[in-house]
């Protein structure tokens, strides 16, 4: 309700404005008796001015700062980089990719949002969770044949075909222990 009155007021620019109840109601989806007793509940709150008029409420909706409310003193929510599932729902692709710096953390080819899976180091049939140190992004093609495969394993099967050079292999290598370690966090 306070936003749809701050929209109709202070975003147009309009100190105040009246509107009738069955207007607020309407656009609220709600009973007229919710709406009324919702803007009252505002009104003694003081987020808002209220006057009842013959052709509806006009409303003065009081902005953050005349409410005392210190936008720089906002609560600051704390994520905890070891509870988020970086796999389900693919929420935290971009931070995954960028961690990666654009390219598969297998065979370092190049790779974005659209063309790229998320990857189990160790497989989920093998006990591997979906915390950033056991997720990764890859390309299609080492999303397919990795399957359930040790990653160190898969790492050398693409040495071995000529996928990657000895200091790429090496890196990769570097790669799986530090994000085993938890030194390769993303940036959420």
């Not at 509107?19 to 987020?47: F, V």
């Amino acid at each position: 309700m306070y936003l749809y009155l701050l929209n109709q007021t202070r975003m147009r620019g309009f100190e105040s404005s009246t509107i009738p109840l069955s207007t607020i109601s309407s656009a609220l989806n709600c009973s007229a008796w919710q709406a009324r007793k919702t803007i009252r509940q505002l009104a003694e709150n003081g987020c808002i001015e209220l006057e009842q008029t013959r052709n509806g409420h006009t409303v003065r909706v009081l902005l953050p700062d005349e409410l005392g409310i210190s936008i720089h003193h906002a609560v600051e929510v704390q994520l905890n980089i070891e509870d988020i599932d970086f796999f389900s729902g693919r929420k935290y692709l971009s931070s995954l990719i960028n961690r990666e710096r654009n390219r598969c953390f297998f065979c370092l080819s190049a790779i974005s949002a659209e063309n790229c899976e998320l990857d189990h180091v160790v497989s989920q049939v093998n006990g591997g969770n979906n915390s950033y140190r056991n997720i990764v992004a890859a390309c299609h093609k080492c999303n397919t044949r990795k399957q359930a495969s040790e990653s160190e394993d898969f790492l050398r099967d693409l040495y071995r075909k000529g996928l990657l050079s000895e200091s790429e292999i090496e890196g990769r290598l570097s790669a799986l222990e530090a994000l085993k370690n938890g030194d390769l966090k993303p940036e959420v």
